[in-house]
């Protein structure tokens, strides 16, 4: 046996181009185009990175993108009054800021001053409130990627067993809720969990989101399960240099599972289009379709 791949750049391509040709009717009929705020502090390299790819797409999208960077010596005050500005400017719909900060910016303190409407990243208590709350919002970029790639699977997943590995508000918490609202029934685990292969092999579906290289090897799957790799993981090559690997082992685990997403190629270019989505949508709900 071996799993279907979930090409998730595939599905990405297809919702970026539906978006993109819902921008297209809207600049059409005489509208503005949506606008995306990007906010970046600091040098991290991956953080360029992922900010650079994230203006690519918007922009494609025929979306407007702005990029506002910050010195990793700025304070959380400047950090503060640059969102303000934000929340105030009628033609941005969605603002992100980059995640991590620097040690002497509170993210928590950042991300609750985002207008909840313009919380494209979906981490304002508000919407998460909302989430759990089962009223429509902004939801979480990689989950909600993530359940566009179950989608993909091809199976009604209502009434299946799911486990995800991973208890961030970023991917793991939020999952869950996606999950319960999808009628499945969810185990969260995570590092002090239990006999956790024991845990991960009654899951129909597995989403691995913590962070440990390899860590779901076959023996952690179900066979014919469909497995949701979030983790992306940068680790030795023998011969140097890094390459990319995700939490699970997918050389054993695509000989198990029925469904599995690769990594790269599987939820990372999720994300990015799900975070247009969420532009698109905060748009629409801010100028009332």
């Not at 790819?53 to 960077?69: D, F, I, P, Y």
């Not at 989430?131 to 790639?149: A, F, H, I, N």
Request: one cysteine or more; glycine letters at 12%; charged letters at 20%.
């Amino acid at each position: 046996m071996s799993a279907r791949i979930l090409d998730g750049a595939a599905v990405a391509a297809r919702l970026r181009a539906e978006i993109g040709d819902q921008v297209t009717s809207l600049v059409a009929e005489g509208r503005r185009a949506p606008g995306l705020a990007v906010v970046l502090v600091g040098d991290n390299p991956a953080s360029h990175v992922y900010v650079r790819n994230k203006g690519v797409a918007t922009r494609k999208a025929g979306m407007v993108s702005t990029e506002h960077r910050l010195p990793g010596d700025a304070t959380e005050a400047e950090l503060l009054a640059l969102v303000a500005q934000l929340n105030a400017d009628e033609a941005i719909d969605g603002i992100l800021v980059q995640l991590p900060l620097p040690a002497q910016v509170r993210p928590e303190k950042v991300l609750a001053a985002i207008d909840p409407e313009k919380d494209v990243d979906g981490f304002h208590a508000l919407n998460v409130g909302r989430l759990w709350g089962g009223e429509t919002g902004l939801v979480p970029c990689t989950p909600r990627g993530c359940m566009k790639l179950i989608a993909e699977a091809g199976r009604d997943i209502g009434g299946m067993d799911a486990v995800v590995i991973g208890r961030s508000g970023i991917v793991g918490k939020p999952m869950t809720q996606l999950l319960l609202a999808a009628n499945c029934t969810v185990t969260i685990a995570h590092s002090r969990t239990r006999d956790l292969s024991e845990v991960c092999r009654r899951a129909d579906i597995l989403v691995a989101a913590v962070g440990a290289p390899n860590l779901v090897t076959a023996a952690f799957i179900k066979p014919g399960a469909t497995v949701i790799d979030v983790g992306i993981n940068r680790v030795a090559k023998p011969d140097g240099g890094l390459r990319l690997v995700g939490d699970v082992a997918f050389d054993t685990a695509v000989g198990v599972a029925g469904a599995i997403t690769p990594v790269p190629g599987g939820v990372g270019p999720m994300t990015i289009a799900c975070l247009l989505e969420n532009t698109l949508m905060a748009y629409r709900r801010r100028m009332n379709g």
